[in-house]
């Protein structure tokens, strides 16, 4: 089992620029979700899914958006990038939304936006 | 805002020494609690959680106490180790959404 995985590691955009942070998983977990983290502010769920075709907003969705069309797969667009986008990027998944099933997190996206 | 302070920011602590992380939060509708160890370049992994019906879990060097009336809990790492290195994240489960609100996070150092 790979797990989570994330690709890219690391990524430099210009302000405006778009692009797609991908997330994968092969344990079968019907939950999946983004949070980005940022110094002195822990992590801040983004957006996330309990299956596929079904997404919701978390805390902080502005300027991006996700689609879920496979179980495997939770794909995370920044649609037009801003500097205050720059942070790392953390996909996660679980058997279940419930936290008490275990959230297993990829390794991340270092994001700089200039 | 944050709806769980985490405190202190950082520490260092002699290798066998005791690693103390405290974390509040104001909602009692919280009602899962759980502990996530960050090592460098890596994603958050789920270490320790407790329910508030429990005022205390320990698993090896790690224990977890909860005080319910003052809203706290805290992480107590015992026999701190220079492989404990590593930022901890406490945080709680919002009752009905799930959804976990995080602590700003501790980063431990351990000396050998």
């Known amino acids: 089992n790979a797990g989570v995985t994330q690709t890219p590691k690391f990524q430099v955009l210009k302000t405006g620029q778009s692009m797609t942070l991908q997330c994968a998983q092969d344990?079968?977990?019907?939950?999946m979700s983004w949070y980005r983290q940022d110094p002195g502010m822990g992590l801040r769920l983004i957006h996330y899914?309990?299956?596929?075709?079904?997404?919701d907003q978390g805390e902080v969705p502005n300027g991006y958006n996700v689609s879920r069309s496979t179980t495997e797969d939770f794909p995370l667009r920044l649609l037009s990038a801003a500097p205050s986008q720059t942070s790392v990027y953390f996909c996660?998944?679980?058997?279940?939304?419930?936290?008490?099933?275990?959230?297993?997190f990829g390794p991340g996206t270092r994001l700089t936006v200039t | 805002q944050q709806q769980v302070k985490q405190s202190p920011q950082s520490l260092i602590v002699q290798k066998g020494g005791i690693s103390i992380i405290n974390c509040a939060y104001e909602n009692t509708a919280f009602d899962y609690f759980p502990w996530y160890q960050q090592f460098p370049g890596k994603g958050p992994a789920l270490l320790i959680a407790?329910?508030?019906?429990?005022s205390e879990k320990k698993e090896g060097r790690f224990t977890i106490s909860f005080n319910k009336s003052a809203k706290q809990f805290s992480l107590h790492i015992m026999d701190s180790q220079p492989g404990d290195s590593a930022t901890y994240f406490c945080a709680a489960e919002h009752p009905n959404d799930y959804k976990l609100s995080f602590g700003a996070g501790t980063t431990v150092t351990v000396r050998a």
């Open positions: 996660a998944s679980s058997y279940s939304i419930r936290p008490t099933y275990e959230q297993y």
């Open positions: 407790i329910r508030p019906d429990v």
């Open positions: 899914s309990v299956g596929a075709g079904i997404t």
């Open positions: 344990m079968n977990h019907e939950y």
